[in-house]
């Protein structure tokens, strides 16, 4: 061919995207849905890809911080009320799979500004990194 090809559709993993581009010989990957509240894909898709070898998870304080950032700019962008509501499906995906996440956005998404979602984010995920600490 002499145009780009692109492979897309249900590549979540590393190791799927390393399997579409051998099966596909495409020139690229488009990432979706696997993104997120995941934007870290990214950079384990091309260590693996360049490595062969997986990433560890990004920290969980890291997560907390990526999260905070992007609820401040739904804020800034969408304004108050807007935000908060659009930020719940993020803080849902940022979420996704952390202990007691289900019980977690449960709450989160009965407040009603931005500064108690906030205020709910950080104690959550600064409670997980707590626990993670104590685990290790």
């Known amino acids: 061919m002499k145009i780009p090809v692109i ?18 010989s495409a020139d690229g990957l488009m990432i979706g849905r696997a993104a997120q509240g995941n934007p870290w894909i990214f950079r384990q898709i091309a260590h693996f890809l360049a ?3 997986k990433l560890a998870p990004p920290p969980v304080t890291e997560v907390r911080d990526t999260l905070l950032d992007h609820l401040d700019t739904l804020y800034a962008f969408y304004g108050e009320y807007s935000g908060v509501h659009m ?25 009603e500004t931005g500064e108690a979602q906030v205020a709910m984010v ?3 995920f600064d409670g997980q990194a707590q626990a ?5």
């Open 132 to 136: 993670m600490e104590l685990a290790a």
């Open 122 to 124: 950080r104690e959550f």
């Open 87 to 111: 930020a719940r499906k993020h803080i849902s995906w940022y979420s996704k799979g952390l202990r007691d996440g289900a019980a977690f956005r449960h709450r989160v998404n009965q407040v």
């Open 7 to 24: 492979a897309n559709g249900d590549i979540d993993t590393p190791e799927k995207a390393a399997f579409v581009l051998r099966a596909t």
């Open 51 to 53: 490595t062969g070898e």
